[in-house]
């Protein structure tokens, strides 16, 4: 068997091995490993050591009256109107802290893509003529009335020439 | 029936409390009450703190109870809350707060257990010193490796239930905590 240290797969089972939570199958084939393996015996003992040394840190006891504490706010909240479990439900998040960012930045996609949506602008608001033209289609009618209209506002001849 | 027989007893436990039976509720707090208050303990390491913090966890899964679905080990979901619960309030700062308070309580703990030992004087401090160690270096660690190596350690989580509870995959876990114990090795390496 090569080196465990080598590779991260190889560490994180001596790791286990350290902790004491390898199974013991595996386990075997470590304890004859690390007699010949000075750099995993190294990393083991280390290891070892440090679950040890937490293993020291012991937490204090839990307070007699925790479970009355508990037991008077539950009866609290139960003696509450409706409308304030209601509104709680409201305000207390509904994800976990994890979730937020990734759930925010989709929001906020969302709603730029909505608004992209809302304000893009309508081929009939910025070209009027468009419209007319649309499907290839063109009121001849409409163009000989403005013709019309141009021959009115064209100056007459002048009657010196005309002479 | 049969699906609820082969749930784990705290699943079973729990699905009674969302039918109205408390005494069930009472039953889950006893077995549940002392590991979530140590977790967040060794999370937030305020005595005070991790109390108030493990009722809003209790009250959390009692408000929770007609909407429960054993999807996951009950140990898991605790977890998860907790987890999320502890994080929350290191990252909103608290912890500067707690501060002042902690090294009396440590002091206070570690008198405690001393009396209990009933060392000598020389051995007291030795023993107060390498507590206090232990402490500061476990806090210095990121949150999430904390997190995780609380659960491993003094929960004997699976990775599985970890990840859950953290929130990422079992391989993430395993990363967590093999750059955690790497960064506690190196820390307490001295006091060999």
């Keep these: 068997m090569e080196c465990l240290t080598s590779t991260k797969s190889g560490a994180e089972i001596l790791l286990e091995y350290g902790s004491g939570t390898l199974e013991p199958g595996k386990a075997v084939e470590i304890d004859r490993h690390i007699e010949n393996c000075e750099s995993c015996r190294r990393l083991v003992a280390a290891q070892r050591d440090v679950w040890e040394r937490l293993g020291q840190w012991t937490a204090p006891a839990v307070s007699t009256d925790f479970n009355a504490r508990l037991y008077a706010r539950i009866a609290k909240e139960n003696q509450a109107p409706r409308w304030r479990h209601w509104m709680q439900q409201w305000t207390r998040p509904a994800l976990p802290y994890a979730l937020w960012k990734p759930a925010a930045v989709a929001a906020a996609c969302a709603a730029l893509a909505v608004a992209l949506l809302v304000h893009e602008p309508r081929a009939t608001e910025t070209n009027p003529h468009s419209a007319q033209m649309e499907g290839g289609r063109v009121d001849i009618e409409q163009v000989a009335n403005t013709l019309d209209e141009m021959d009115v506002l064209m100056p007459a001849p002048s009657s010196s020439s005309a002479m | ?192």
């Excluded at chain 2, 002091?107 to 004087?121: C, S």
């Excluded at chain 2, 390498?130 to 990121?142: F, N, Q, S, T, W």
Aim: hydrophobic share 45%; glycine share 4%; charged share 30%.
């Design chain 2, 1 to 192: 029936m049969e699906a609820i027989a082969a749930l784990e007893r705290d699943a079973e436990l729990m699905l009674r409390v969302r039918e109205g039976d408390d005494r069930s509720f009472a039953t889950l707090l006893d077995r549940h009450r002392g590991p979530v208050v140590h977790f967040l303990y060794r999370m937030v390491q305020n005595d005070a703190v991790s109390e108030e913090l493990a009722q809003e966890v209790f009250l959390r899964v009692y408000r929770s109870r007609a909407t429960y679905e054993p999807t996951a080990k009950f140990t898991t979901w605790l977890f998860r809350i907790a987890t999320h619960l502890a994080l929350n309030w290191i990252r909103d700062g608290k912890k500067e707060k707690g501060q002042e308070s902690l090294s009396e309580e440590v002091l206070e703990g570690v008198q405690r257990q001393i009396a209990a030992a009933q060392q000598t004087v020389e051995q007291e401090l030795v023993y107060e010193v390498k507590l206090r160690e232990v402490r500061e270096a476990i806090g210095m660690l990121p949150e999430k490796q904390r997190a995780a190596v609380m659960m491993h350690k003094y929960e004997e989580l699976e990775y599985s239930q970890i990840a859950k509870a953290l929130n990422c995959s079992e391989s993430a876990v395993k990363s967590l905590l093999f750059r955690a114990y790497e960064t506690l090795r190196a820390r307490l390496a001295h006091m060999a």
